[in-house]
């Protein structure tokens, strides 16, 4: 059971370019969580998928972000022309369940982001 | 104000000192979570509560849901317990985790 895989961990695009981070949740789970952390800052929710679902969206910029969840292989989170305020540690997390509140989150080692 | 609170936001500490973090929090909740967060960015989740008092190891995670807070305790620290500890909370209406700005340790040998 390798855990919650995100790749790249490091990742350097400049400005304009497009970034794409990918995260493999731990086996069995089927629900995806992403979040952000930007530079001196806490963790801020971004986005919940499950399998072909967006369920919440609400912490995702309105432009340039997008997620995704297909039925075969990891959650894809998607930065269209990037710019530097982009520049962060962009963390999933995984969970066998979502409603209740019993359920154990998994984090990934996160994807650093760097645009130059 | 902050949905989720934090105190203190930095905490030195020498070797075997008993370990005391704050977390406050103003909105109804199903879960709190306490997270680990090393040097290397790395998050490990310690401990998820929805009442009373969980320990594992010389760590121990109270929740009081009528205060709505919630305190993480080390017992004889370590220099390798240094790093920023962060109080999430899941709110009942929704599925989505809030975090506390985490609380930065430094356990000097």
């Known amino acids: 059971n390798a855990g919650v895989m995100q790749n790249p961990r490091h990742l350097v695009r400049r400005r304009g370019q497009e970034a794409r981070l990918r995260c493999s949740p731990m086996k069995g789970h089927s629900h995806v969580y992403w979040y952000r952390q930007l530079p001196e800052e806490g963790l801020k929710f971004m986005v919940y998928?499950?399998?072909?679902?967006?369920?919440?969206e609400s912490g995702m910029p309105k432009e340039r972000f997008s997620a995704e969840f297909p039925k075969e292989g990891p959650s894809i989170l998607r930065i269209q022309q990037v710019v530097r305020g982009d520049s962060a540690a962009y963390f999933c997390?995984?969970?066998?369940?979502?409603?209740?509140?019993?359920?154990?989150?998994?984090f990934g080692a996160g994807s650093r982001l760097t645009v130059l | 104000k902050n949905e989720v609170e934090q105190s203190p936001q930095n905490l030195t500490a020498q070797e075997g000192e008993f370990i005391t973090i704050n977390c406050s929090y103003s909105v109804g909740i199903s879960a709190l979570h306490w997270l680990q967060q090393h040097p290397g960015g790395g998050i490990v989740s310690l401990f998820m509560l929805s009442s009373g008092k969980k320990k594992h190891g010389r760590l121990i995670a109270t929740i009081n849901i009528q205060e709505k807070h919630s305190s993480l305790h080390i017992t004889a620290s370590h220099p390798r317990d240094s790093a920023v500890y962060i109080c999430a909370v899941r709110e009942t209406s929704g599925s989505r985790l809030t975090f506390g700005e985490g609380t930065q340790l430094t356990v000097n040998p």
């Open positions: 997390a995984s969970s066998l369940n979502a409603v209740s509140g019993a359920n154990v989150l998994t």
């Open positions: 998928l499950q399998k072909e679902n967006i369920i919440d």
